[in-house]
């Protein structure tokens, strides 16, 4: 249990905490919500002993383990799996939970065959999905989770969300997603005004809680400040008069005792909406046939048709690393298609909120001047008047973007936006940085807007609200399903959402010797499994390395060769014949090996499926 008496908390003149109080009482599963910048994450620190508070106290239960999902990379083992069998807890029966924490990784979007790899070659989205399986599997008395959901795609979070919803132990929880933190929350806690207010329930609860409190709040000061304006004019009235005398110094002491209520100061929402440009036509975009493979990899989009109507509401969904972003970039003319097109209207006037939009900021820019490049002719009093919208007034839009918090950064990209008129919005997880205010502020923005929308987001609070048809990768490819996200779940659902949310729950008590041998000789087998399909793949990439080289290097002898036979260099080209000849014969070679080894490679993996099938069988 965790109790926070009359904590005291600031950064200079900022103060986030003034005699604030709140208890964690045993079991309980609580939401935390606040603007950005306001002590979420401080709060943390301070539960954490990484930062301390000014006065006050944080009492902790003695022998009272707290786990949290770690920003900084830190890896020490071999594997993924290793790495997170370091934070198994030490088991009191002897019991092999390397299950566990397999069970975790794949719950978190790990394949199979990736928990053998060496955590340092992870992407850092990855590594920060593996530190929060590392949290997980060390199940801790507390578990602190800040914004956990943005490193996760659709299908790993409603994993976590099952997972959560079955922890039996304490739980603070941050996240800009209000449907996710109610569905795992038992309690939600507001910072508000320097100080915490708890209450049992949904968000709902604890925001209707406020506004009451606030509400009596200023009926009564208008009543006081109502009252000490007559009393005021009382004594001012019958000051001079002996016969009031004894009165009038009554009132007087009295006002002089009753303490003054000061008016509330304004809470600054994200309140905004986009400028719609006009569009009379039927269809913004029609893609027919677009398909799309970086270099040397399998195409992510194969053939893909839609058409993109005027009011529509598409949402691009899917595992990360599958595409989602490509296809935005291919929409946006950013990437050229290998195949297929993305026909655009003559009359489009698009406006594109990218993941990496974020660094395209110039950090010696103040926020004033990247909202006024946004635009040639955008006058200073126009871009003041989005600043202040995007909540930074004043003086804060001369902030530089070097200072700026990630969440700050997103609303300078979209008051960018907001710069020129559009009717179709390109989103791509806008709501990642900001807070749950901010994020439900767009969400009305972007159901008030005319024109289309075509967003990628893990979130499901934002499919729910406003999506009417998907692009949806799974399986392996990219299809476009006509209907709601509730009608894809309930018709289609998403593939090998299956794993179980607490494999000690489906584990049981009674282990037997012979299931933790199973076990055992399944990461065995997943190890080699990585080793094996590593070095074809590897192989398999070298290969299409050096034709790609190759295909180069004949491309520009036969341009060479186009040369010397206007100049009439015989010599130069029977020497560039041989090497065309040579060449052509080593790619010819190697597009057979090529072939075997692909083949070999997709024999391995169904090899290794079977056995793996296999052992999960033999253990359930």
């Known amino acids: 249990m965790i109790q926070v008496s009359n904590l005291h908390k600031a950064y200079g003149r900022q103060v986030l905490f003034d005699n604030a109080g709140f208890t ?5 599963r609580v939401g935390l919500v606040g603007r950005n910048g306001h002590g979420k994450t401080t709060l943390f620190r301070l539960i954490l002993g990484q930062e301390h508070p000014d006065s006050g106290s944080i009492s902790i239960t003695a022998g009272y383990r707290i786990g949290h999902l770690s920003q900084h990379i830190r890896m020490t083992a071999d594997t993924v799996l290793d790495e997170t069998c370091l934070s198994l807890p030490s088991s009191v029966d002897g019991v092999d939970e390397s299950y566990k924490a397999e069970t975790i990784l794949m719950g978190l979007g ?90 049992a329930g949904p968000t709902d609860n604890v925001y209707q809680q406020l506004l009451l409190e606030e509400e009596v709040y ?76 970086f270099e040397g990899g399998d195409l992510l989009i194969d053939g893909l048709s839609f058409f993109v109507g005027k009011g ?41 909120f990218g993941q990496t ?117 799974d399986n392996g490819k990219a299809t476009l399903f006509e209907g709601a996200y509730q009608d894809f779940l309930d018709r289609v659902g998403w593939q090998n959402e299956d794993l179980p949310a607490r494999p000690e729950a489906e584990a049981g008590e009674g282990r037997t010797a012979d299931r933790k041998l199973l076990r055992r000789a399944r990461a065995e087998l997943i190890n080699e499994k990585s080793r094996t399909l590593g ?29 010397a036979s206007v100049k009439g260099d015989g010599e130069t080209i029977r020497r560039l014949s041989k090497d065309i000849h040579a060449s052509t014969s080593r790619i010819e070679a190697l597009f057979s090996e090529l072939e075997r080894l692909h083949a070999e490679l997709g024999g391995k993996t169904r090899e290794f499926e079977e056995r793996l099938n296999a052992g999960i069988c033999l253990q359930g």
């Open 535 to 563: 070095a074809l793949q590897k192989r398999i990439e070298e290969i299409e390395h050096e034709i790609i080289g190759l295909e180069e290097k004949t491309g520009q002898d036969n341009k060479d060769i186009l040369d």
């Open 218 to 293: 200023e009926k009564t000061r208008t009543n006081d400040e109502k009252k000490r304006k007559e009393t005021e004019q009382f004594i001012n009235r019958f000051r001079a008069k002996a016969t009031k005398a004894r009165a009038v110094q009554s009132r007087i002491k009295a006002l002089q005792k009753k303490e003054r209520l000061e008016k509330l100061s304004d809470t600054k929402d994200l309140d905004f909406s986009f400028r719609a440009a006009p569009f009379t036509g039927k269809r913004l975009m029609e893609v027919k046939d677009l398909s799309f493979g």
């Open 24 to 28: 964690i009482n045993p079991g309980e």
């Open 110 to 199: 790990f394949a199979a065959d990736e928990l053998g790899l060496d955590p340092m070659r992870l992407s850092g989205g990855f590594q920060v999905r593996l530190n929060l399986a590392k949290a997980l599997v060390s199940d801790p008395d507390l578990l602190l989770l800040d914004e956990p959901t943005n490193y996760l795609d659709i299908v790993s979070l409603r994993w976590l969300s099952r997972f959560l919803s079955a922890w039996k132990k304490e739980l603070v929880i941050i996240t800009h997603d209000r449907l996710f933190m109610d569905s795992v929350t038992t309690h939600t806690m507001a910072i508000h005004r320097c100080r915490t207010r708890k209450a």
């Open 357 to 473: 939009n974020i660094n395209r900021l110039d950090p010696q820019k103040t926020v004033e001047e990247e909202i006024m490049d946004a635009h040639p002719d955008h006058n200073r009093g126009a871009s003041r008047n989005i600043c202040g919208v995007m909540m930074f007034p004043g003086d804060s839009a001369l902030k530089k973007i070097s200072v700026l918090s990630g969440g700050e950064k997103s609303r300078v990209l979209l008051g960018k936006l907001l710069v020129g008129p559009a009717n179709m919005l390109m989103l791509d997880e806008p709501t990642n940085h900001l807070d749950m205010e901010s994020a439900e502020s767009l969400l009305e923005a972007l159901d008030e807007f005319s024109g289309a929308v075509i967003i990628v987001t893990h979130s499901e609070m934002i499919l729910r609200a406003i999506a009417t048809r998907l692009i949806v990768f």
């Open 312 to 352: 529509d509401r598409i949402a691009i969904i899917g595992k990360n690393g599958k595409g989602k972003t490509t296809l935005l970039n291919l929409l946006s003319g950013e990437l050229a298609p290998v195949g297929g097109s993305a026909r655009q209207h003559q009359d489009l006037k698009p406006a594109y």
